[in-house]
């Protein structure tokens, strides 16, 4: 009967702590790994077993016809017939033949909050996923200049109270469609002591705000991108 010797023994163990350490820093793969989070995009009823690949985009057949005008249905009760915001929210149906102005403006609602939230948390990468490179440039230095202070900010999303589109755009193949938003907020602002030196910790407060997104109707990305923000009186 062979028996291990110290030496052997010693590998072994060190071999089953290095794996343990290794499966517990790079995580392991079970198939169910969530794809990235579109909040705009229209979620299909049922889909195909059959159909393309996620990595493969079907093109809108052109309309035409009565069927143009059925295209239009969602646009026009959303925005009356003969305005200016009816015409450019039809321009951007044409450029891009899933734009939906509701489905829009609950994909919209979502990533307000994400924003707004992320912002407070100091969370670039999801601030990344979110706002153009102009915008994002500009959140993470007033991150990184409130980090050089040693200050946190913390924030509770009330909810939301109103969203509604205020103009909508077609520049080239950029679409844009921007939106005043009123929320409801707690957030405090503290110092490296802890003291609240901007904020109320205990209170709602309401603010307004009109936010830009936009999207290049020729990209096979689905996401909008915010790309202008104004804080309003």
């Given amino acids: 009967m062979e028996f291990f010797d110290i030496g052997t023994i010693f590998f072994l163990v060190a071999a089953v702590v290095i794996f343990y350490q290794l499966r517990s820093v790079l995580g392991r793969r079970t198939g169910n790994e969530r794809p990235p989070f579109d909040p705009y995009s229209r979620k ?136 005043r938003i009123v929320s409801e907020l707690i957030s405090a602002t503290r110092d490296k002591a802890g003291e609240v030196i901007d904020g109320d910790p205990e209170t709602v407060a309401e603010v307004k705000d009109v936010w830009t997104f936009s999207r290049d109707t020729r990209s096979n990305d689905p996401n909008w991108k915010l790309v202008a923000t104004e804080a309003e009186d």
């Avoid at 450029?95 to 102005?101: G, K």
């Avoid at 990468?125 to 050089?148: M, Q």
């Fill in 44 to 179: 299909p009823a049922n889909q195909d077993a059959s159909a393309a690949p996620e990595n493969v985009v079907s093109l809108p057949r052109r309309r035409s016809g009565a069927d143009t005008e059925t295209n239009y249905a969602t646009i026009d009760a959303f925005a009356k017939p003969g305005t200016d915001l009816n015409a450019s929210l039809r321009a951007i149906r044409n450029a891009d033949a899933s734009f939906d102005p509701k489905i829009f403006v609950d994909g919209a609602k979502m990533a307000y909050e994400m924003i707004v939230l992320a912002y407070a948390d100091g969370d670039r990468r999801t601030l990344k996923n979110l706002l153009s490179r102009e915008v994002f440039d500009g959140f993470v230095a007033a991150i990184a200049e409130r980090e050089t202070r040693s200050e946190k900010v913390q924030s509770s999303f009330v909810g939301i109270d109103k969203a509604d589109i205020v103009s909508a755009e077609m520049k080239g193949n950029e679409a844009y469609v921007t939106l």
